[in-house]
């Protein structure tokens, strides 16, 4: 039963049958574009053994028909492999694909290897995983025979735009990659003049008219590796790229979207009963858009169906609420049609997950959104902004947490630009680790407790939901065998989950067998190190003060780290704090210590204030991290015996060693034995020198 099961599984996902392509000639509209063989290009940033040798692509706007080619050499064996394998994606639901030529070119000969019978149709949903579904078929052949020194050429045209554009086009375009590439060429046919804009200074168009065509070309030859910065934003657009699109405004886009989403049907009799049983449950307009948003959230799964138009036109909510799933735009419509008929004003609204506020720069279009949310009015007339595709949120329907956005398209009439999202979020965890410890040189008991609010409370009611209490506590277990040998949990993790005002808090308890460590700086000495586990890497420490990027930040974030350690003897600790008001975080460092109860007390404060550092802000950003990262570890040591006998060179105990402080100490008896060696020098000297007078 497993096996069938996994069989069809995997049937599903990939599915492959041996299908007839067909060669057809090249449409007569497309131009030749002419490349050289030994482009001009750093052959030492070539990866995989393969370069480009020609990108085109051709799109015909009247005809609905896109052509492209691709030319590579192969100039090591190891390039063999990727090249010899031809795949093309389209959607059958509204596309047909045709064929024009598979080549080899060996040293000048021109070998033939279109081969229809060997061809595959492949239906893999690379996003299976995320539960989307989108219908898309690869066309796959693998070229025989393959040879280095080889250049492979092949071109294909795929005819067919989404119908839900209804004659409206638009499109992105990329004129360098990652590896150099001899030549890309991107030349597009419109019965009317496009709107296009490039970002990082692409070359401007050629752009003439003939036979009744407007014709846009972009030409980019023997182009440079893109670089790319470890922790640059999402939204940071690297390529050279090119937006084209005929839409006038970001207002004739919510009045496609406007028209995409009004469905002509009624709320079905089961739909208006769930309704009235929300409105009869709820007093408050507040209480029914809360009980609303976690009927679509937990009740409704996600699932996407996005064939052709299904892409972008959302099922009804009549389908969406029996089947109980849906993707985003069918969990935002199902939700907005419920508060509509409830009397609250509600609206779909587009955002684009990654790009924030780089979404506003684009020319209109709907294509360059991926996600579909709510904006809600409430009685104050404020907006309050919805994610349905979220599970388990907490609090109240002003507090319910709405990712970093930053900008969405409200689907609502008289809507003209973007709406401005603003996060009231801290997404704080506060951690409170409490050690005490045994004799020195032995183990100590841990416990922890962690509390978590707004998205990081929905993680961990997620996490805990998703997962079952063993697995979470060996999880547990396991991470803390990372900083502790012979780690042991007491009990197994508990919880406790404030739903309405969103706070999660997770209680540990464990006994560390060995806390002390020999230290390899001074030998002799032993050491326990304690740490704020939950700041440690959450800022990048940067290697060098030069960047040509803004720096990612996660935000918004908030952590509170205390450490509190028992001990069983005085120690001589010193009192140090710390803090750093920067633009981009603000961080706070103490160390306490209390003599009387022999407890250390360390506290840590990070919270990150945007999403990103500037280029102009790095150095500074590199100086305030620097000092922060130098306050996290953080250790006590002494000359001692370990339990297991290693490294004994005192019998007795020195009460003192926190960072500086042993320094200090160093300094004071060093200044003790002078002293004392002076007094001695003196008790000599002065009875030689009075005998020597006398």
Not at 479 to 507: C, G, L, R
Request: hydrophobic share 35%.
């Amino acid at each position: 039963m497993k096996q069938t099961t996994l069989f069809l599984s995997l049937l599903f996902i990939c599915q492959s049958v041996i299908a007839q392509v067909k060669k057809a000639p090249a449409p007569n509209w497309v131009e030749t574009i002419e490349y050289s063989l030994d482009p001009e290009v750093n052959l030492d940033d070539l990866t995989q053994g393969t370069i480009t040798l020609l990108y085109d692509h051709q799109v015909h706007v009247p005809k609905a028909v896109s052509y492209t080619q691709f030319v590579t050499k192969i100039f090591d064996n190891v390039g063999i492999q990727e090249a010899s394998s031809i795949s093309v994606d389209y959607d059958p639901s509204y596309q047909t694909l045709k064929f024009h030529s598979v080549t080899i070119n060996r040293d000048g000969e021109i070998i033939d290897k279109f081969q229809s019978d060997n061809f595959q149709l492949m239906r893999r949903e690379t996003n299976a995983e995320n539960h989307l579904y989108d219908g898309s078929m690869s066309a796959v052949l693998n070229i025989s025979d393959v040879r280095t020194n080889d250049i492979i050429e092949y071109s294909y045209s795929i005819a067919g735009f989404n119908p839900i554009h209804k004659g409206k086009f638009s499109d992105v375009y990329y004129l360098d990659s990652y590896v150099p590439v001899g030549k890309i060429a991107v030349t597009i046919f419109s019965d009317s003049e496009l709107n296009y804009k490039g970002i990082n200074n692409p070359e401007v168009p050629n752009i003439k008219k003939m036979n009744g065509l407007y014709q846009y070309v972009w030409v980019n030859e023997n182009t440079e590796k893109v670089l790319f910065e470890d922790y640059s934003p999402s939204w940071k657009l690297d390529y050279q790229t090119v937006f084209v699109s005929n839409y006038d405004s970001w207002e004739s886009v919510v009045n496609w979207g406007i028209k995409t989403y009004t469905i002509n049907e009624k709320p079905s009799a089961d739909l208006l009963k769930k309704i009235k049983n929300i409105v009869s449950e709820n007093k408050t307009k507040g209480e029914k858009i809360k009980a609303t948003l976690n009927f679509v959230q937990n009740d409704i799964r996600y699932l996407g169906l996005e064939d052709g138009i299904g892409a972008y036109k959302p099922f009804t909510p009549n389908k969406v609420f029996k089947q109980r799933f849906g993707d985003c735009k069918d969990k935002s419509l199902l939700m907005t049609t419920m508060l509509n008929n409830m009397g609250i004003e509600a609206y779909p609204m587009l955002v684009n997950t990654t790009l924030k506020e780089t979404i506003t720069e684009f020319l209109p279009s709907p294509v360059f959104f991926d996600h579909c949310v709510v904006k809600v009015i409430d009685v104050a007339g404020k907006g309050l902004y919805y994610d349905p595709t979220i599970t388990n949120q907490g609090g109240s329907y002003k507090t319910t947490y709405f990712p970093d956005y930053q900008y969405g398209l409200v689907l609502a009439p008289e809507t003209t630009d973007f709406d401005q999202i603003f996060s009231d979020s801290e997404n704080k965890i506060e951690i409170y680790d409490e050690y005490s410890l045994e004799a020195i040189g032995k183990g100590a008991t841990l416990k922890v407790t962690s509390t978590y609010y707004d998205s990081e409370a929905d993680a961990m009611r997620s996490y805990f939901k998703n997962n079952s209490i063993n697995a979470i506590a060996k999880e547990y277990a396991d991470y803390y065998s990372n900083y502790y040998f012979n780690i042991e949990a007491t009990k197994k993790p508990e919880y406790q989950d404030n739903v309405e005002d969103n706070k999660f808090q997770v209680t540990e308890a464990y006994k560390i067998d060995s806390l002390w460590r020999p230290m390899t700086e001074k030998k002799g000495y032993i050491s326990a190190h304690f740490s704020p586990s939950t700041i440690e890497g959450l800022l990048y420490v940067p290697t060098k003060e030069e960047r040509k990027d803004p720096l990612s930040l996660y935000f918004p974030s908030t952590k509170e780290h205390r450490i509190k350690i028992k001990l069983q003897s005085p120690w001589d600790i010193k009192r140090e704090k710390l803090e750093i008001n920067f633009s981009g975080f603000q961080y706070k460092w103490n160390v306490d210590y209390d003599s009387t109860k022999k407890e250390i007390d360390l506290r840590y404060f990070l919270k990150t204030q945007k999403d990103h550092i500037s280029v102009k802000e790095f150095k500074e950003y590199t100086r305030e991290v620097k000092k922060m990262n130098e306050t996290l570890g953080y250790q006590i040591f002494t000359p001692g015996t370990l339990a297991n006998g290693k490294h004994a060179t005192n019998a007795f105990e020195i009460g003192d060693a926190f960072k500086n402080g042993f320094k200090l100490f160093l300094k004071i008896a060093v200044g003790l034995i002078f002293i004392v060696i002076l007094i001695l020098f003196l008790a000599w000297y002065i009875p030689k020198s009075r005998n020597k007078n006398q």
